[in-house]
Every structure is written in structure tokens, then in C-alpha cells.
């Protein structure tokens, strides 16, 4: 923040108090209406967990260590929740992350202009590098997650420069001897993404979830984080001495994601987020992006700004009392910095389901339907009898030792059994329920397009070909390839577009990387911010599943059979580059250390003398020193 940016935000002052009732309202208006949804998101946490109640086993069988007379309650008596739900949204999310992660570089580059080909590629190879340092594979499948079970995902993105102390060694000027040296260094400069809990999201209500990193007036996420790692970044966070306590009030949304675990939803929230033992305390921060008109708020821009329109600030408020950052935000993708998945969105309202929500009555329905047939069956196999006290002992009947012995009483002596003692006869009318079952979850197979199939069960009827297998897959997945097709052009590629323009307005001149690897293991490539520079468009993904090592192997190998035979193509193809891109295709990654390596003239003349090398024609052959 510059000196300007400082003073609007001083404590006390008139801009403070007129900006923080402002940005108070804006997320006390979004939390009215994202709270609606907050006792739905719990009973699909609920159900996602397959939690049992706590009126059923857990308390019951606690309850047996302390009470004597409950010694007969066994755990046996439990009700059985069927995760049906966190099988099927387990199986759409594994999907859905191999289709968008199992390819390199995960994102893809288009140009429409012939002279930013070479640009594109760099950018790709960028991305590919920020997708890593961030482990993107762990934020993108959460939020995938989120999706199927909120029917909301949310991305928040950013930019960022990464210094560090690093040791390196380094010539004394003296001794000429090599010393180390620690040094702050540049270790990362580029795109940062974090996953924002649904339950701590507030964006602007008046517009669709989809569209409001666009066209949202404002948008706001919360986090607790602690008071030191604010003093950390700097210049960043400003006044952070006139931040008051944490609110006494639970801010943290009330998700219960964590409640069969016996965790916290959100870590620390038991604790209240008060500082341990003379630790830092921690802080409730609400941040955001919204829209100001400068001269209605008072505030002055730079040059070449029009005061009179709209323009994006970041806004940090500390514990719901002092604004610790203000700040004009003007990245050149001019969204909000977030991106959103809700991939069952229907229409424009404001607020989706998610598959969850159209699986939870066939979860709760198959419970019930396996519980009823358990307990029925505890009742058949209980025998039940029909008997006459005044001929029978009763003590005996009631014993539960095997092989029991059933004493008479003396009026019973020489009088039929039958008259007096018989085995009801209970029927198992719950017979069908297993069979019902599998009807059940074919029905929500059928909406989730979850088939046996897609989650890697092979159907019955004997032994198939792979092709067959592939074939069977990629017809059963078509739906969820639609999926992913919706995902990608709806989200995961505006991810790629606010990163590629934070990279081209960020990245300094004299930040760049070496890639190396397969791509640079004949000459390094460089990467620098003027080779990344365009205007480029990133490609609906198509939602099928990338091919298979094994598949491709097979490909390759029999191209590789057909260059070989073929003396045209041998001659227009590098058959020795071919093999070994077969090879590790294959597994072999190490064949390059089978590899001859040619000799120079000078190493096969000595290798002669020495008597090592023969030349061909004999000992008495042609003079290879020679030059022949």
C-alpha cells in the first residue's frame, strides 16, 4: 500500500468508518442469503460421511462401559449407513481429476495470430511450472469435491513474489577460498490458488454464482489465520495494532464435515482462536475485491484514472473492526479474483445443487432397506416359543448356552411336548430388500452416470480384450465426458486465463526459468515475460479420458514395426529417436545408457595404436587416421 492508500484507511478516521460500514453490509447482505444453504451443505456432509447419529451405536456402546445392566447392547445393534454418496461422488471426482490432470501441461494455449506461436508454447510451459509449484492437483481436486457435494467450488487466485533465505557459496575476494553465504533470494514469482470453504464464501447475491467473478459487484471470502503470519507479509497489512479481539460469536459458517472424525471443521475452532500460551492471537479477516466509485468514497486516484467510474479495490478487514489493507486492484483480466464451479447449474439463479443432493433419498432408502432385513433377521434367528409355564422351566428356556438342556416339571411327565411346548413359525418378510437395493442404486447409477464400468467393475460374461474393456468405458462415461466438457469451459478455463494475464502483467524482465527435461534436454529454454506476451484462448477441454500407457505403447510399437519396413519412411524419420520414445513409453527410462557413443577420428587412431580397435579389413586394413 502506498502512503495515500494508508490514510484513507486510518483508524478513526471519517473514510475508515464510511468504508467499513460499507464492506460490513455488503457481507452481512451475501450471508442472509448463502446462509439458506448452510443446513443443506450439513446434511450432505452428513451423508457423504455415512454418519450415524449419535442417539444409535456410539452413544450405546458407551453407555455399556459405564452402566451394568446395559451389558446386553452390543455393537452389533447399529444402524448401517450405506455410502452410497461418497462412493459415486468419490468415482465423478476421480473422473473428472484424470481427465483435467492426466494430461501435460494440464493447461492447453491457443493463438489465433501465427507470429505468437512460440509465445503460446512458453505460456503453456509457464502455467505447466505454476500448476506444480502450487500443487494444483491437490486445490483443483478439492474443488471438484466441493462441487459434487455443494454443487460449489470455489478458486481463489493471486500473484505472488516468494523470497527466501537461501545458503549458496560464494569466492572469498582474499583467500580466493569458496565460502557460504546466506542470501534472500527470488525462489518463485508467479500464480498462487487456494481453495475458498464454501461456507466462508460471500459474493455478491444480484448476480448468479457462475457470473460473479465477472460481473459480481463485489465478492468476499473469511479466513482465521494467525496475527504473526499477518506481521510476516510486511507492507502488506497495515494498523494491525488497532485490530480488537476475535468475535465472541461461531463466524466460521457451522459446516459439520469433520463431525464422524471427532474433528474440527475448521481448524482451531474449538479453541476459540485465542492465542496459547502467550502465542499470537488469531484473527478473523475478510477479504475481497469490490467496486468503488473513488470520488463517492473520497478517495484520490493516480493519474490517468477517471475518478468518476467504477474500479476494483482489495479490501482486508481485520476481526470485523479495522481495515488492515486497502488497496487499488487492477489486474488486466478485470474479474474478481476467483473462479467458480457449480456444475449442475441450472438457468440463472442464484444458488445450485449438487449431485448429493439427488442421491441423498436413494442413500437414506437403501439404508433402511438393508437395516429392516438385518433386524428381521435378528428376529427369525431368535427362536421364538410357544410354551405353558406350569409344564415347563422357564430358567432353562431363557439360557443362551449351546446345547441346552430344557427341564420338565413333574406335571408334564408322560404327556406329549407338542400339547404343551412348539416353535412359532416367523416368516422373513424382508426378503426382497436386498434385491431391492440393487434396483435402488441402478436408479441413481442411471442419474450420477455412475455405471459398474466407470468405477472399474468389470461386467459378468466372461473374459474381454482390453479394446473391448476401453470401448465399454469410454461409451458409459460419455455422460460425465459432457461433465467435465461444461466444467472446463465454464471454470477450470477461466483459471487459465487470470493466470496467463497475471503472468504477462507481473512477471518481472528479470525473473525467468530454465526448462529443461524432456523439452530442453538438447538446448535449455528460456522463458522470460516478453516471450510470454499475447492474446490467447485456452480450449474447452473434451472430457474424454486420456489414452492409456499401454494403448499408446501399442500405437507406437507398431508405427515403430511399420518406419522399419518401410525404406520411405525410413528415410524421413529418425528410426534410432523413435525406438527410444517407444522404450520409455514402455518403462525403460534408463535405455539412453545402452547407447554407443560415437568416437572422434583422434579417440579411434589411439584406440588402433593400443591395440583396442581393429580396423575393418584386418590389422593391415585402411588407416582410419588417415581420414578414410
Known amino acids: 500500500m502506498n502512503e495515500n492508500e494508508k490514510s484513507f484507511i486510518r483508524p478513526g ?3 475508515h468508518a464510511k ?4 464492506v460490513k453490509a455488503q457481507i452481512a447482505e451475501s450471508y442472509s442469503k448463502m446462509s439458506q444453504f448452510y443446513g443443506r451443505w450439513n446434511m450432505r456432509e452428513l451423508q457423504y460421511q455415512a454418519y450415524v447419529s449419535v442417539q444409535d451405536w456410539e452413544k450405546r456402546y458407551n453407555e455399556v462401559c459405564k452402566d451394568a445392566s446395559l451389558v446386553n447392547v452390543k455393537k452389533q445393534d447399529a444402524n448401517i449407513i450405506v455410502p452410497y454418496s461418497f462412493a459415486t461422488i468419490r468415482t465423478i471426482v476421480t473422473y473428472l481429476a484424470t ?3 492426466g494430461r501435460k501441461p494440464i493447461f492447453t494455449v491457443g493463438t489465433n495470430n501465427s507470429a505468437l506461436v512460440e509465445n503460446a508454447k512458453s505460456m503453456e510451459m509457464l502455467l505447466q511450472y505454476n500448476a ?9 481436486t478439492q474443488w471438484l469435491y466441493n462441487g459434487e457435494i455443494y454443487g460449489l467450488g470455489i478458486l481463489k487466485t493471486g500473484f505472488v513474489t516468494e523470497t527466501a533465505p537461501r545458503t549458496t ?7 580466493g577460498r569458496p565460502l557460504r553465504a546466506r542470501t534472500a533470494s527470488v525462489i518463485y514469482q508467479g500464480n498462487t490458488v487456494e481453495n475458498i470453504d464454501p461456507f466462508l464464501f460471500f459474493p455478491d447475491p444480484r448476480v448468479p454464482l457462475l457470473k460473479v467473478a465477472k460481473e459480481g459487484e463485489f465478492v468476499y471470502w473469511r479466513n482465521f489465520v494467525g496475527k504473526f503470519s499477518l506481521q510476516r507479509a510486511g507492507d502488506t497489512y497495515a494498523y494491525l495494532d488497532e485490530v480488537k479481539d476475535c468475535p465472541a460469536e461461531d463466524l466460521s459458517g457451522g459446516s459439520l464435515r469433520n463431525l464422524r472424525a471427532r474433528g474440527d471443521s475448521l481448524s482451531g475452532k474449538t479453541a476459540g482462536f485465542a492465542a496459547i500460551d502467550g502465542g499470537s492471537s488469531w484473527v478473523q479477516l475478510d477479504e475481497g475485491t469490490v467496486e468503488l466509485i473513488p470520488d463517492e468514497i473520497g478517495f484520490s486516484l493516480p493519474s490517468g484514472y477517471d475518478s468518476k467510474k467504477p474500479h476494483k479495490f482489495l479490501v482486508s478487514v481485520a476481526n470485523s473492526s479495522q481495515i488492515i489493507r486497502f488497496e487499488l486492484f487492477g489486474a488486466d483480466h478485470q474479474q474478481h479474483p476467483v473462479v467458480v464451479n457449480e456444475p449442475y447449474a441450472i438457468g440463472n439463479g442464484f444458488g445450485n445443487c449438487g449431485i448429493s443432493d439427488y442421491l441423498s433419498p436413494f442413500q437414506e432408502t437403501i439404508s433402511w432397506f438393508l437395516n429392516s432385513h438385518i433386524f428381521n433377521v435378528k428376529g427369525v434367528v431368535n427362536n421364538s416359543f410357544l410354551y405353558d409355564p406350569s409344564m415347563v422351566e422357564e430358567k432353562d428356556l431363557k439360557s443362551d448356552k449351546a446345547g441346552k438342556l430344557i427341564r420338565l416339571k413333574p406335571k408334564a411327565f408322560g404327556v406329549d411336548p407338542s400339547t404343551y411346548f412348539r416353535q412359532l413359525d416367523i416368516r422373513d418378510v424382508t426378503a426382497g430388500h436386498v434385491g431391492d437395493i440393487q434396483s435402488l442404486m441402478r436408479i441413481g447409477n442411471d442419474i450420477s452416470a455412475v455405471t459398474d464400468n466407470v468405477r472399474g467393475l468389470q461386467d459378468s460374461g466372461g473374459r474381454k480384450t482390453a479394446t473391448e474393456i476401453r470401448a465399454t468405458v469410454e461409451a458409459a462415461s460419455s455422460r460425465l465426458a459432457h461433465h467435465a466438457q461444461f466444467i472446463s469451459g465454464a471454470s477450470l478455463c477461466n483459471l487459465g486465463l487470470q493466470w496467463s494475464l497475471n503472468l504477462q502483467q507481473y512477471l518481472s524482465e528479470d525473473f525467468q526459468i530454465d526448462v529443461l527435461g524432456s523439452q530442453g534436454a538438447q538446448k535449455p529454454i528460456t522463458v522470460t515475460a516478453a516471450g510470454i506476451a499475447g492474446d490467447f484462448y485456452f480450449p474447452i477441454h473434451d472430457g474424454s479420458l486420456p489414452l492409456d500407457k499401454i ?4 500405437i507406437w510399437q507398431q508405427a515403430l514395426q511399420f518406419i522399419a519396413g518401410n525404406q520411405i519412411l525410413a528415410g524421413q524419420y529418425d528410426l534410432g529417436r523413435v525406438f527410444e520414445f517407444v522404450a520409455k513409453l514402455g518403462g525403460a527410462e534408463n535405455i539412453d545408457q545402452f547407447k554407443l557413443q560415437p568416437q572422434s577420428p583422434e579417440q579411434i587412431s589411439a584406440g588402433v595404436q593400443n591395440g583396442n580397435l581393429i580396423p575393418i579389413g584386418g590389422p593391415n586394413g585402411v588407416d582410419l587416421s588417415q581420414g578414410f
Open 13 to 15: 478516521s471519517e473514510t
Open 19 to 22: 468504508l467499513l460500514k460499507r
Open 99 to 101: 481427465v483435467f490432470l
Open 551 to 554: 494403448a499408446l505403447f501399442d
Open 169 to 175: 557459496w560464494v569466492l572469498d575476494p582474499m583467500s
Open 132 to 140: 506444480e509449484h502450487n500443487q494444483l492437483v491437490k486445490e483443483l
